[in-house]
């Protein structure tokens, strides 16, 4: 009898096209997602050679990162930049055929929350996209992650990727999330428990039954930020949530199509006894809401804690890397974190810019108002998350408190269109990054939970959503 496997080893051996001697495998690829920043040279390179895209129907396009999230971007686009990469994407989508969604579309969004939403994103698959936050479809027991421009290219042209095995490495959350605790808080623990280099060379399988308590959107914002623990994939096994996600999603099976194919799902689980190099357990009940205090995700603290003293690191290099995260954070040890005062809030990105995002922001702001302080935004992930926030009237809500109401793309996650911080803002941010300059030049970046961020926005500065009414 073969020895029993965890769900990554399925995954990875269900989809071998060819193994060499030393372990180097070629892939084969079930998904490819393209945005425009990752692209274009991938699309130049297939042109220059005179090559096609190999599976046209198994690609999908959209732009994210560049678009302007201003109610007038229909007009088109001013920056340069921006318009010459979103119309660079437009033009080789078309010419080698691939499905895509420009800013016009209603589809169109961050590509991690595209993928799911329409069904392109299944269990059991391999999906790539040259984005490292392609981890965010391990929730559906997809092993999925980034990959580099070259990369994007040899997939585009032969549909397979070459690839070596990594370790198998387990994260247990047991018990239940106290109330006011999210998955956001679940993944920035675990990040700062294992350190942003914690899961190099592995791929994480997040289990026990806090995981398995969570919604969908709870495990994708989960498998979104396994890249931030040095990771190469996350990955959820699929249940009857996934199965009921996925149902009646443009592109997903339907029919007897789709009962044969959760009968395949179902085998994708990690079978009793499977190895695993690394395991790390955690308590759900102890959980605190989290927040981010330095330039790494790694530098987590308890919303009841304070700002920490870098000077009890016994690591030379690691203490004065954390007192420069002090000083660009603008931020003294033993601060009290509910002292700390934000200029902005963005509410948004492939972590936290889904529907149930938006609703939990909403419980939170319903009828009081941003402080005169702060200036807060919230960002769609997609036009679809759009338009269903706005059936639900959530739209009124968060402009009846003062917040701006936007355009879906990846915004001020990165600041690579309008949407960024000024120099020395400090910001409470739903996304996944702190590093320096990652909201803008100088900004201040806290990572949090949705309901954090919308506390915050009101109180004017951090406070703790299990007693904020
Ligand atoms: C621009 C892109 C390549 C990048 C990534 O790979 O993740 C971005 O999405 C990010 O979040 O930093
Ligand atoms: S929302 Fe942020 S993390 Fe996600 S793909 Fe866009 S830039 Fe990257």
């Known amino acids: 009898m073969s020895a029993p496997r965890t769900l990554y080893d399925k995954i990875f051996d269900d989809h071998i096209v060819s193994r060499q001697e030393d372990g180097t495998c070629l892939l084969y690829i079930d998904r490819h997602l393209v945005h425009e920043v990752t692209s274009p040279q991938a699309f130049e390179g297939l042109r220059m050679a005179g090559r096609k895209v190999r599976a046209p129907e198994k690609t999908l396009a959209v732009v994210d990162h560049n678009v302007p999230t201003s109610p007038d971007r229909h007009e088109g686009i001013k920056n340069e930049e921006s318009r010459i990469q979103v119309e660079a994407l437009a033009t080789n989508a078309a010419e080698f055929g691939v499905e895509y969604y420009s800013e016009k579309d209603v589809r169109q969004g961050i590509v991690h929350i595209v993928g799911p939403e329409q069904g392109f994103t299944l269990p059991g698959m391999t999906i790539v996209c040259g984005d490292s936050h392609t981890s965010t479809h391990g929730a559906f027991g997809a092993l999925a992650h980034g990959i580099g421009t070259s990369e994007v ?3 585009l042209a032969t549909q397979t990727l070459i690839q070596k ?5 387990l994260v247990r959350v047991d018990g239940q999330l106290p109330e006011g605790v999210t998955a956001k808080d679940i993944i920035l623990a675990i990040i700062g428990e294992i350190g942003t280099a914690g899961g190099t060379g592995h791929v994480i399988e997040f289990a026990g039954e806090a995981i398995r308590s969570l919604s969908m959107e709870g495990r994708m914002t989960i498998c979104n930020m396994t890249i931030e623990g040095g990771a190469r994939a996350g990955l959820i096994a699929p249940d009857e949530k996934t199965f009921e996600y996925i149902k009646g999603k443009p592109r997903a099976p339907k029919g007897q199509a789709l009962d044969m194919a959760i009968e395949y799902w179902k085998t994708l689980y990690t079978e009793e006894g499977a190895h695993f190099d690394r395991v790390v357990v955690l308590d759900a009940a102890n959980l605190p809401p989290i927040v981010s205090w330095g330039s790494s995700p790694e530098d987590v603290v308890s919303i009841e804690g304070v700002v920490p ?4 690191i016994e690591d030379e290099t690691k203490r004065t890397s954390k007192w420069r995260a002090l000083d660009y954070m603008g931020l003294k040890p033993d601060t009290k974190i509910t002292d700390i005062a934000i200029d902005r809030v963005f ?5 936290n810019g889904r529907i149930e995002d938006l609703r939990a922001v909403a419980a939170v702001v319903e009828g009081k108002q941003v402080a005169s302080t702060v200036s807060a935004m919230i960002v769609p992930g997609s036009g679809l998350v759009k338009e269903q926030a706005e059936a639900e009237g959530l739209d009124k809500i968060f402009k009846a408190a003062g917040f701006d109401w936007r355009e879906p793309g990846c915004s001020m996650c990165l600041a690579m269109n309008d949407d960024r911080l000024k120099p020395g803002e400090r910001c409470a941010s739903t996304s996944n990054r702190n590093f320096e300059g ?6 201040r970046t806290h990572l949090v939970s949705p309901a954090m961020a919308a506390a915050a926005a009101i109180a004017g500065h951090f406070v703790d959503i299990r007693t904020f009414n």
Do not use: L, W, Y
């Not at 095995?165 to 490495?169: P, Q, V």
């Not at 003293?309 to 009890?312: E, R, V």
């Open 165 to 169: 095995k990594a370790k198998n490495m």
């Open 438 to 443: 990652r909201q803008g030049f100088k900004g």
């Open 153 to 155: 290219e040899h997939v």
């Open 309 to 312: 003293n870098p000077d009890a």
């Open 347 to 351: 509410i948004g990105s492939c972590t």
